[in-house]
């Protein structure tokens, strides 16, 4: 199975509104978490990294929160534009390897 | 800026038949990695390669071979192509590692095996 996973596998929001997309992870010794956005057709985007050193990092409209204790990420999108429809990935490095979760899909209402 | 780019964009092939797949990075990156997208197991890695002329296994290698003679190109062959591995396949690179560092992705090759 897979040690990454996504809580809900579609989330339609509001254009405007913020977006919340979480994922659940089941090995305390991951160190570096990234999220990846993947547009139709096309190949996964990087997004943004979090180090487990950290519990928070901001991008541009995007933000990362790792909470280690109960061993949960999740990424918020704020203002949620057209553009950010997509699937979105996370992915967690545990033992020199690169798992990745199943997606959610991310719809934005006009 | 080329940046990584995958060849076919589609592919159609019957069973039995042997398939290759390409991909070139303009990057330089030592890292280079092939992976298969699946409706409900996300991306899972088939192969890897640490620089050319070392690979090695994924989660997922049986029945794909690979080869890194040069940096830039990591062709994905496909010997006796069977239905199962009809799938979207990506290819990525990364600077180092991918366990301590992003990836950056082709557009992928949609591969129906008939």
């Known amino acids: 199975g897979e040690s990454v996973g996504l809580h809900l596998p579609t989330l339609s929001v509001q254009e405007g509104d913020n977006s919340i997309i979480n994922c659940a992870y089941s090995?305390?010794?991951?160190?570096?978490f990234i999220w990846y956005k993947q547009e139709s057709g096309k190949g996964p985007q990087f997004i943004i990294d979090?180090?487990?050193?950290?519990d928070k990092r901001q991008g541009q409209r995007v933000t990362v929160l790792l909470n280690k204790t109960v061993k949960h990420l999740s990424l918020q999108i704020a203002a949620t534009q057209p553009g950010d429809s997509a699937v979105y990935f996370c992915?967690?490095?545990?033992?020199?390897?690169?798992?990745f979760g199943a997606g959610t899909t991310v719809t934005v209402r006009a | 800026d080329a940046g990584i780019t995958q060849s076919p964009r589609y592919k159609i092939t019957e069973t039995g038949r042997q398939v290759t797949l390409m991909c070139h990075q303009t990057?330089?990156?030592?890292?280079m990695f092939w992976y298969r997208q699946d409706l409900g197991h996300g991306l899972r890695l088939i192969y890897y390669?640490?620089?050319?002329?070392?690979?090695d296994k994924g989660e997922v290698s049986d029945g794909y071979v690979v080869s890194r003679s040069k940096t830039e190109n990591f062709p994905l062959t496909l010997e006796s192509a069977t239905r199962s591995q009809t799938s979207v396949y990506f290819c990525?690179?990364?600077?180092?590692?991918?366990?301590?560092?992003?990836?950056?992705f082709g557009s992928g090759t949609q591969l129906s095996v008939l």
């Open positions: 990525a690179s990364s600077r180092t590692a991918a366990t301590n560092e992003k990836l950056f």
């Open positions: 090995n305390s010794a991951s160190d570096y």
């Open positions: 979090i180090r487990s050193n950290m």
């Open positions: 992915a967690e490095t545990f033992d020199y390897k690169l798992s």
């Open positions: 990057w330089s990156h030592s890292y």
């Open positions: 390669s640490a620089a050319a002329d070392i690979t």
